[in-house]
């Protein structure tokens, strides 16, 4: 088993439709989770930290449920440019080594 | 703030050839990784700095790979000799320490290709 698991996607949607993506991972002891995008042939960038009571920026919520090993990412009234591979990512330990999950990807139609 | 860099950002090279990688961090950021990411995977990590000190390469592949950060700014990535299934693309990425909230800021990468 993967120890961080994402929802295979493509999702594929129509601009302004609502998107949630789940995410589990393995290690219990995991301390800080993540949600990274990462567009085609890019980098990956920080779309925002997961803490423990969820936490919303503008149109994106990110919820972690630590008795199920979950994560979730909502991105609300989609967007063209929200096209991109969407990455869980999960910290083990206490040193920033982060494990991240295979990516989600999104694809925003008109 | 310039971002990290690396380069090459491409390398087409015949299996059995070294080939090496090299990156500057972000100036500050103590903490540097090596990440090794597949097509349709996320990146797993390669190797840790912190400073001139290697204190994390349980994933590195050291028997054709070897990574040096002599001076604890920039880093050098070899792959000697190359092999089809190195493939990939090698990312940088730094932070300004270790702690569990750094945020890692990762460079465009480097693309390889080994025929």
């Known amino acids: 088993r993967k120890e961080v698991e994402q929802d295979p996607g493509p999702f594929n949607v129509p601009e302004g439709a609502t998107v949630a993506f789940n995410c589990t991972y393995s290690n219990s002891a995991s301390q800080s989770f993540f949600w990274y995008r990462q567009d085609c042939r890019k980098e990956p960038k920080l779309l925002m930290s997961v803490y423990s009571s969820g936490n919303e920026d503008g149109r994106f919520t990110a919820q972690l449920n630590r008795a199920s090993q979950y994560i979730s990412l909502l991105i609300r009234d989609s967007k063209l440019s929200d096209s991109a591979t969407y990455l869980c990512?999960?910290?083990?330990?206490?040193?920033?080594?982060?494990?991240f999950g295979a990516g989600t990807r999104l694809a925003v139609h008109p | 703030e310039a971002g990290v860099v690396q380069s090459p950002r491409y390398k087409i090279i015949e299996k059995k050839q070294p080939v090496a990688f090299w990156c500057n961090p972000i100036?500050?950021?103590?903490?540097l990784y090596w990440y090794l990411q597949n097509l349709g995977q996320g990146p797993e990590l390669l190797i840790r700095y912190e400073n001139e000190e290697a204190v994390d390469d349980s994933q590195l592949p050291k028997d054709r790979f070897s990574a040096e950060r002599l001076k604890g700014v920039d880093s050098t990535l070899k792959i000697q000799p190359a092999e089809l299934g190195d493939s990939a693309v090698y990312l940088c990425a730094s932070s300004r320490g270790a702690g569990n909230y750094n945020e890692q800021f990762f460079g465009p990468g480097t693309r390889l290709t080994v025929l």
């Open positions: 100036s500050g950021h103590n903490t």
């Open positions: 990512v999960v910290n083990v330990g206490g040193y920033n080594k982060l494990i």
